[in-house]
């Protein structure tokens, strides 16, 4: 993508999107014939690249690229091509390729996602959708010009019972909704360290450079990958980014959470300079909106929550959601897209559920390539999941400058604070950037 500065992305995101989809491929712009398989390129096949490759393994697999040589299964499909630099492959085979999945550290996300937008190739990320607000707002601007189908990947939107607490919530089973819980067991991988001063040899199957990418250079250590990585300020965006799209997602769709007034970090225990902290707690304030009350949410993370008491219990799950109305009390336990319970249960008894507003899911993964091939669109596409991970990544630059964010939307800054705006748009080393 030709580089935009600061200034003219502002002024063109705020304005909306306007243009042509420019297709190489003429099969995208016409459409499939019946049963006709996607040809998909993978980028990042190890891990949850892994899962979502068995996911999507019925369509067409044209290319598997990773930086780890042996994370490419490329014995189960000896017809696609290996690549190590996505950048290449999107380069060589854009006239081969319609969709893209990418399921990379997070600090890749946006440079494979929008390179591949760019050609006008559908694209399926890993949550959270960035790393940074200002790519979270560029990725839903460049789906929207090329007009190609997105998804991320948080499977719990899928879920038909995430989309009916939704619609219980919104159509004012529990009231006026003023408090909101939300919590994970996340960390669980190491965060509130120190950058190790040891340097051990790069193994011989790793392309280190093109791991780091977008990323400052720093020597290898095997703290960062393949795992790990997600408690480094450099590469992933902490327990709060890796968790709330799936924890924050039923809240956030039901009661509209964009633009928070402010957001604070409360408890902040044992952050570094490289890493996000081990706990904390995260408060969020938002206004009226749309008719509904000014509400305010609590964010708990390392283990913390909040009392059991809020629900009449004596313990609460590693994970959950608490949201507290006028009229009673939804509790959702889980990571998000589980089941919920209205509360007191004897004022719920015999609930009539509302009609339903939101469409049933055929399955997170088939959302999308029924979208790729000319129908809806998948409900966790990018114009709504670029919102979700904002919400996400405005708790973490509270927690990374450790002050209280006042947040201007429409200009994308923190007006208390310009120490943030090294957070909100992130420099990128040369031939990575976004």
């Known amino acids: 993508m030709a580089s935009m500065d600061r200034r003219t992305f502002l002024k063109t995101s705020t304005a909306g999107v306007a243009g042509f989809l ?144 939704v619609e219980v919530i919104r159509a004012g089973a529990i009231g006026q909704v003023k408090e909101l819980y939300v919590w994970s067991n996340r960390p669980i991988w190491p965060q509130g360290i120190n950058r190790p001063t040891d340097t051990p040899p790069v193994p011989p199957e790793l392309h280190w450079d093109l791991w780091l990418g977008p990323a400052p250079k720093r020597p290898y250590h095997p703290c960062y990958q393949p795992f790990n990585w997600r408690g480094w300020k450099d590469f992933g965006t902490g327990a709060l980014g890796d968790m709330g799209c799936h924890t924050l997602n039923m809240v956030y769709m039901a009661l509209k959470l964009d633009n928070p007034i402010s957001v604070e970090a409360e408890v902040v225990n044992e952050i570094t ?78 609930f009539q559920k509302p009609a339903p507003t939101l469409p049933r899911s055929p399955g997170h993964h088939a959302e999308w390539v029924i979208a790729c091939k000319g129908g809806q669109p998948a409900m966790s596409n990018f114009d709504y999941a670029s919102g979700l991970t904002e919400l996400c990544l405005l708790g973490n630059l509270a927690l990374l400058t450790g002050e209280p964010i006042y947040w201007d939307s429409a200009n994308m800054r923190a007006m208390n604070c310009p120490k943030a705006d090294r957070y909100i748009h992130r420099a990128y080393r040369k031939g990575w950037e976004v």
């Open 273 to 350: 300079e490289e890493c996000y902290p081990k706990q904390s707690i995260i408060r969020f304030t938002f206004p009226a909106r749309d008719g509904m009350a000014p509400v305010r949410l609590k964010w708990y993370d390392g283990g913390l929550k909040p009392s059991p008491s809020i629900i009449g219990a004596e313990e609460l799950p590693g994970s959950g959601v608490v949201i507290i109305g006028e009229e009673g009390i939804m509790y959702a336990p889980g990571d998000g897209g589980g089941g919920y319970e209205l509360l007191p249960k004897e004022k719920f008894e015999g």
């Open 22 to 165: 420019f297709l190489r491929d003429s099969r995208l712009a016409f459409g499939y014939e019946a049963n006709e398989k996607l040809n998909l390129a993978i980028i990042g096949t190890g891990g949850k690249g892994r899962d979502n490759l068995n996911h999507f393994s019925s369509e067409n697999i044209v290319a598997l690229c990773d930086v780890n040589e042996k994370a490419i299964p490329g014995d189960k499909f000896p017809n696609a091509k290996i690549y190590f630099d996505y950048r290449k492959m999107l380069d060589k085979m854009h006239k081969e390729i319609d969709a893209v999945v990418v399921s990379t550290p997070d600090h890749h996300h946006a440079a494979a996602s929008i390179r591949a937008m760019e050609m006008g190739k559908h694209v399926y990320c890993e949550k959270p959708l960035t790393h940074s607000i200002y790519e979270a707002r560029l990725m839903k601007q460049t789906a929207r010009r090329y007009k190609v189908a997105t998804q991320m990947g948080n499977q719990g939107t899928a879920s038909n019972e995430l989309r009916e607490g």
